[in-house]
């Protein structure tokens, strides 16, 4: 098979895989080096003909051992198969470096014959690209669930960031649909990575030469709409894992239906849950971000994220006791429960208010989206002029503002070789 023709599968079936990220990390170039990376990141732009592409992302394999319903790569899917050698990877990962294509690699990989066999090749192409192509740009690579664990710590060796993807919200949404595969599985690696990295960091302290274990964290993937687990539990599992392998990122990816199986939504009725992957995003930005709790967004009454409104309003519509909300005295972590402001415009309102009394002018030009904020703030103990709006009126006008944007095209990810239109 053509090297093209490889590309093209390889590249289109690993389109999939959301947990595709590259800050967090900064290494200068250096002399007789090829490649650099920036805390600030890789943003992704795929084009038809592949150009400007900030990071080649590409399967090893897309030849795989396990039959999980929700993939397209399964076993039993009737689909082309391709395979690159190591060797071809690297030359076309510099060849497109050189070309100014890329600026790293996201490399993952179906299970060719076992978990430990495909870990083997990978291993064997970073290590061909970062010592003899000397090649020093950003590298995220997916650890294998269920490889040996001296595998992965030579995988983590080479790799800037490691993932290993959580699949499905539940351990019995797994047995169903991947009965391949298990728990156990996900989970040991997730805390073998979290250890390295604390013991790495910890040599880095002591000895300045010492190896770093993936730098840059590691993330993860669930796959959302394929099962019936709430927002409650899915995000219930994404602050567990937050807490506990301190993971840089969970990514949610709504379920595209590539399977027939009974076992999954029919594909002629269902519809990708888009939106509800988007609210998603949000609330997990308030966990990371914004210092709240998953019990404070849901609970057994409200198991999932309401989609009219984003999470925040919906906390706050719910907690009006809370608000409002005085500008001039409030502190940065009331601040931060109100809906339109943000973690800059709160840290900017307290640094602000500090030369003189702030008015909703003044807000707007620190960043305070008024539209939303406007309905539970004070500037002086007053509200915004002109605003007469119930309370029991404020969810309308916030989900009518929302309305224009939702009712757009959700964007999908791109495929390399999508035509452009």
Not at 195 to 213: C, V
């Amino acid at each position: 098979m053509e090297l093209m023709d490889k590309l093209t599968i390889l590249a289109d079936a690993a389109k999939y895989d959301a947990a595709c990220t590259s800050s967090g990390l900064s290494r200068g170039g250096r002399p007789g080096k090829l490649g650099s990376t920036m805390a600030s990141g890789c943003c992704h732009s795929f084009s038809a003909d592949g150009r400007c592409i900030s990071l080649l992302k590409v399967l090893l394999t897309n030849v795989c051992a396990y039959d999980c319903q929700y993939c397209v790569n399964r076993r039993s899917n009737d689909v082309p198969r391709a395979s690159f050698t190591p060797r071809e990877l690297c030359e076309l990962t510099i060849g497109f470096y050189r070309r100014n294509y890329i600026e790293g690699l996201f490399l993952s990989s179906a299970v060719l014959r076992d978990a430990d066999y495909t870990t083997e090749r990978m291993i064997e192409t970073l290590t061909l690209l970062r010592r003899e192509y000397g090649f020093g740009g950003y590298i995220h690579a997916k650890a294998i669930p269920g490889a040996d664990p001296l595998l992965t710590h030579r995988l983590g060796l080479l790799s800037d960031r490691l993932s290993v993807n959580i699949e499905l919200p539940s351990e019995q949404s797994l047995a169903l649909l991947a009965p391949d595969k298990a728990k156990t599985a996900i989970l040991s690696p997730m805390a073998q990575i979290r250890d390295s990295i604390a013991h790495s960091r910890q040599e880095l302290t002591q000895y300045r030469g010492a190896p770093r274990f993936a730098p840059a964290g590691q993330s993860t993937q669930m796959i959302i709409g394929a099962t019936p687990e709430s927002d409650r539990h899915i995000l219930s599992l994404t602050q567990g894992l937050y807490d506990r392998y301190q993971l840089k990122r969970v990514f949610y990816s709504a379920y595209m239906p590539v399977s027939n199986s009974r076992l999954l939504p029919a594909p002629q009725s269902f519809r990708p849950p888009l939106l509800r992957e988007h609210r998603l995003y949000q609330a997990d930005w308030l966990l990371r971000f914004y210092h709240f709790r998953v019990e404070e967004l849901l609970d057994e009454s409200h198991p999932d994220l309401d989609p009219r409104v984003d999470p925040k309003c919906t906390w706050a519509l719910r907690h009006m006791d809370f608000f409002p909300v005085e500008v001039r005295t409030a502190d940065y972590e009331a601040l931060l429960r109100v809906p339109g402001v943000g973690v800059k415009s709160a840290r900017r309102i307290l640094t602000a208010r500090r030369a003189g009394p702030l008015s909703f002018e003044g807000l707007k030009r620190l960043g305070v989206v008024l539209k939303r904020a406007q309905y539970f703030l004070t500037c002086g103990g007053k509200m915004l002029d002109g605003l007469r709006v119930r309370p029991d009126r404020i969810l309308g006008h916030l989900a009518a503002q929302e309305r224009p944007m939702l009712l757009q095209t959700m964007p999908e990810q791109l495929s390399l070789f999508d035509p452009v239109t």
